[in-house]
């Protein structure tokens, strides 16, 4: 081991993937691997909803909104779903964190108008 031989088996996968761009060859890909850990159960999923629903009901509460509730942080999101139908995991994320206040609010104004029960 005299810095001469080639041949070295990497020890860590990094260094594999190291090895093998500085060789030319692009860097392994695990997109099974990686698409398999990303699919959950409905329950699963239907849990981290009702988790970020929650977070931003803590966020409006901190704001004044003291009287919303995850249901209708859903409701709300889920509204514009009803035409397109239900997006991807990041979409959905994406649109409970970034609700605003306003939105919701201009929902709830809207719902009323229309006869939802509240």
């Known amino acids: 081991m005299n810095g001469e031989d ?3 088996v990497p020890h860590h996968p ?3 993937a190291s090895a093998q ?3 030319g060859e692009s860097a392994p890909h695990n997109t ?3 698409e398999a850990e990303v ?3 409905d329950f699963e999923l239907s849990e981290l909803i009702e988790n970020l629903c929650l977070s931003k009901v803590e966020e409006f509460v901190l704001l004044g909104y ?3 509730t995850g249901k209708e942080i859903w409701d709300c999101v889920s509204d514009k779903y009803r035409k397109t139908g239900v997006p991807s995991l990041h979409q959905i994320v994406n649109d409970i964190l970034s609700l605003k206040s306003t939105q919701f609010m201009n929902w709830l104004t809207i719902s009323m108008y229309r006869g939802a029960q509240f």
């Open 6 to 8: 080639n041949d070295q």
């Open 14 to 16: 990094e260094d594999e």
């Open 21 to 23: 761009i500085e060789e």
């Open 32 to 34: 099974d691997k990686e």
């Open 39 to 41: 699919a959950l159960s």
């Open 66 to 68: 003291e009287h919303v």
